[in-house]
DNA sequence: CCACCTATTTTGATTAGTCAAAATAAGTGT
DNA sequence: ACACTTATTTTGACTAATCAAAATAGGTGG
């Protein structure tokens, strides 16, 4: 049985692929896994002799199908357990995430089933992070940023990136969760500056590195 | 923070010291958590150290007020866990047991509130097992046992002191679960025999060993 | 083409938790 | 008092995961 350690070895390469089959970088990897680059390395090299995952020495690493499944089967934990906390347990979406960090790596898959079937199979998270179903399937759609998409439209929040609580909370406290719509004012790419104004005509103003954070799909 | 090692070897000189304040000797200890049993003398050194238990030297081991109060907390997760699983989640009896020894360790104590209040500030897990409350307190009452009650009364089943799958799932199937009433016909202590009447007049025959894991109290 | 910068890998140590097996302490019986 | 049995402790070694710091491999710019 896969470590907590190799678990969260796997699931960052996939998150950090984005779905794609780009090698990941082990500077990357340490980064995410908060680790010193040695201790990634050391890790990677024993996970390309379990046959978990590819590594192109100087080059990164990239998931076997056997490391790509239990990534993503953790993946699916981590996002069904924050659907739980959130739906069941009304607790405090910028608080979740920490909480499924240790989750993710206790819960039986016989727990998860019934997790996913008290909740109604749900397809995504508090975040409008995409759950894999129990085939390992997972929408990756593509979708535009509040730093990207075109001005002016009616657009709707799907999809917060960004985990830290801070951010969330900030998130929440302005109105912008999944679901919410709202259309972006002006965007001055000089100053950084993005102007969003919501249903209710409040306006707020959000730097660009934030803005990329929220994905929108146009209305209707 | 302690480790899940240090949060089991806590919850087993807790459950083996069954809430007196008797010393506990390394090979239960050892035996319980199924290390060799110079594995808890180093283990139990170290928490000596810590201030989490105290070791008198050939003799045994105590927990000191820290240590039961982190072992307490550990138990309440524990059996909360046990309750969420079968009341909200339907799972067998029988297995969630091995599940909550997962989860004890990776549910914080926000979401063990939550779960508590979700389930409505349970007293007793599936198993008729007390559940510490959050200040620590369990109820610590003595019960008589199928191998030492009176013959002939009616009764009622209150706790079942055995969490492995076949003894449970046997039981489970014999219709002995906490609340069940029945009466004790015969105890043939030579033969180690005991024979219980269901309410339904059905008989079972028991060994004495395992009539001596099945709690209960006169009905009424 | 060579020196330099940066990412990666190597090397050597450390910590937590464990086992196997030898050493020791504490009764127990004769 | 002595030999025995049995529980406990000690000792030495191992594994997984980590860090710090030195070594190395690739580019990149002049």
Known sequence: MATVAVENYLKHVLLLSEGGEELVSMGDLAGALAVVPGTATAMVKALADEGLLEHQPRLGVRLTSRGRRIALNVLRKH??????????????????????????????????????????????????????????????????TLATCATGRRLRIV????????????????GLRPGAELSVGERNLVSGLVTLTRTDGGKIALGVAAAGKILVEPRG
């Open 159 to 174: 999809r917060v990136t960004e985990q830290s609580e801070e951010f969330l909370r900030f998130a929440e406290d302005s």
């Open 79 to 144: 996002r069904l357990v924050e659907t739980f906390l959130v739906e069941t347990l009304k607790m405090d979406w910028s608080k979740v995430h920490a909480e499924a960090e240790q989750l993710e790596h206790a819960v039986s898959d016989e727990v998860l089933d019934r997790l996913d079937a008290l909740l109604g199979h749900p397809r995504q998270d508090p975040h409008g992070d995409p759950i894999p179903n129990r085939a390992g399937k997972i929408d990756s759609q593509v979708y535009a």
